[in-house]
């Protein structure tokens, strides 16, 4: 269980549990509720837990450091433009902030090309 914790949420572990025929200790079938049981009791982190432990940041804190709006976050992740995984049963999503853009490289002049300081003449 623990090592499906790190990909999947509550709902989703307890479905791929329910599917390879596990049960649990009362013989039961496994439902988000047991799962958390299951966390609560053998000190297992969540999904949303091991994201945040992993740099993943909140809405609120992404608005926050982009100074944007929670519409400009959706706007973004609908455009691509954020990373986002669903980290819990609930859909609250986790991001990635996006890399920063590197700044466009300025052209060198070649070492053995003079630079072109004045102009000789002038205008007719």
């Known amino acids: 269980m623990d090592t499906l914790l790190d990909e999947y949420t509550d709902a989703q572990v307890a479905h791929i549990l329910n599917e390879r025929g596990a049960s649990t200790g009362a013989g039961a ?16 982190k969540s999904l949303k837990e091991r994201l945040l432990e992993a740099g993943m940041l909140t809405g609120k804190q992404v608005c926050a450091q982009l100074g944007m709006s929670r519409n400009t976050l959706r706007r973004w992740r609908a455009e691509g433009r954020i990373q986002a995984r669903i980290c ?7 991001y990635w902030l996006p890399e920063p853009a ?5 052209p060198t002049t070649p070492m053995n090309v003079p630079l072109v300081t004045s102009a000789a003449g002038g205008a007719v």
Not at 36 to 43: G, H, I, Q
Not at 88 to 94: K, M, Q, R, V, Y
Request: glycine letters at 4%; a negative charge.
């Open 29 to 44: 079938t496994f439902d988000p509720d047991s799962i958390r049981w299951v966390r609560f009791s053998a000190r297992l």
């Open 102 to 106: 590197t700044p466009p490289t300025t």
């Open 88 to 94: 819990n049963d609930n859909g609250e999503c986790l």
